[in-house]
T-cell receptor, first 108, second 113 residues
Framework: GQNIDQPTEMTATEGAIVQINCTYQTSGFNGLFWYQQHAGEAPTFLSYNVLDGLEEKGRFSSFLSRSKGYSYLLLKELQMKDSASYLCAVYSNYQLIWGAGTKLIIKP | DTEVTQTPKHLVMGMTNKKSLKCEQHMGHRAMYWYKQKAKKPPELMFVYSYEKLSINESVPSRFSPECPNSSLLNLHLHALQPEDSALYLC????????????FGEGSWLTVV
């Protein structure tokens, strides 16, 4: 079956670092996406990993290990506006398989 | 320009109405998607168009009818919807169907009364 797991909710402090993990088991793999979604808005693309390793983009980094079926999204220097849901999605057999999303709460 | 434009942003329709959601992209993308998202749930795939042909239909009821007039446009025709169809409808596009970055529009909020 197809399965993507990520924590339901995480809390972090403004200015700190947080890592959101995602594990997956899918029948195919053509890449892993991370999206940010604020309440009431559409998902916004953050990152795309298709090869193992770390992709860095400003305050956000994403890591992929295909052999372990594992990815994480690392957010540095957290800001209040980073409070949102973060969705992990695997592209498998021409379809995006979505995790349920991780709600990130940032506290002052 | 990484923009996918959806109209209208908000739509309220009765169960006997016929309406359409529209989506447009000018990135030269050849794959376009319709997703449905209910509150606090991840998006659910409805349809995939690849090179202007319907390639995936995820067992969506016939009251939803997609149309791809050309490579830049994607419509979703709505007819005889039910209140449970109320949701955020997201259009997305990618350069091809095999996993390139997928960009989402801002979505159309649909309320069926």
């Amino acid at each position: 079956g197809q399965n993507i797991d990520q924590p339901t909710e995480m809390t972090a402090t403004e200015g700190a670092i947080v890592q959101i993990n995602c594990t997956y088991q899918t029948s195919g793999f053509n890449g892993l996406f991370w999206y940010q979604q604020h309440a009431g808005e559409a998902p916004t693309f953050l990152s795309y990993n298709v090869l193992d390793g770390l992709e860095e983009k400003g305050r956000f980094s994403s890591f992929l290990s295909r052999s372990k079926g594992y990815s994480y999204l690392l957010l540095k220097e957290l800001q209040m506006k980073d409070s949102a849901s973060y969705l992990c999605a695997v592209y498998s057999n021409y379809q995006l398989i979505w995790g349920a999303g991780t709600k990130l709460i940032i506290k002052p | 320009d990484t923009e996918v434009t959806q109209t209208p942003k908000h739509l309220v329709m009765g169960m006997t109405n016929k309406k359409s959601l529209k989506c447009e992209q000018h990135m030269g993308h050849r794959a376009m998607y319709w997703y449905k998202q209910k509150a606090k749930k991840p998006p659910e795939l409805m349809f995939v168009y690849s090179y202007e042909k319907l390639s995936i239909n995820e067992s969506v009821p016939s009251r939803f009818s997609p149309e791809c007039p050309n490579s830049s446009l994607l419509n979703l025709h709505l007819h005889a919807l039910q209140p449970e169809d109320s949701a955020l409808y997201l259009c997305a596009s990618s350069s091809g169907p095999s996993g390139n970055t997928i960009y989402f529009g801002e979505g159309s909020w649909l309320t069926v009364v």
